[in-house]
């Protein structure tokens, strides 16, 4: 499975950003998918994930009501929409898969299969 992250960029407090995650393989319907951060010093954070049906999704109280994963299937995409940045959201994001679990994860450990992360920078 590969996996390429894009959309990252410069925005200001309050702005937006969509990002996408592009898959290769067949089977991705069948995979769970996970958005995770990380910013200098700090530990690489789950910051949205999604059920292979995209019937259950997560998120950390720090982004809830702010980012919004989704997934198309047909197009072996998952995207995360980020509105109402904070320079705190400044980090390198990461898309995930995991190929063998049953129940989402949420812990880094749980995806088997990383993209090569994008950075987004929210400053004034």
């Known amino acids: 499975v590969q996996l390429q992250a894009s959309g990252g960029g410069l925005v200001q407090p309050g702005g937006s950003l969509r990002l996408s995650c592009a898959a290769s393989g067949r089977t991705f319907s069948a995979y769970n998918m996970g958005w995770f951060r990380q910013a200098p010093g700090k530990e690489r954070e789950c910051v949205a994930a999604?059920?292979?049906?995209?019937?259950?999704?997560y998120y950390p109280d720090s982004v809830k009501g702010r980012f919004t994963i989704s997934r198309d299937n047909a197009k072996n995409t998952v995207f995360l929409q980020m509105n109402s940045l904070k320079p705190e959201d400044t980090a390198v994001y990461y898309c995930?898969?995991?190929?063998?679990?049953?129940?989402?994860?949420?812990?880094?450990?749980?995806?088997?299969?990383w993209g090569q992360g994008t950075q987004v920078t929210v400053s004034s």
């Open positions: 999604i059920s292979w049906r995209g019937d259950i999704r």
């Open positions: 995930a898969a995991d190929t063998k679990g049953v129940r989402l994860g949420i812990n880094p450990g749980s995806y088997d299969y």
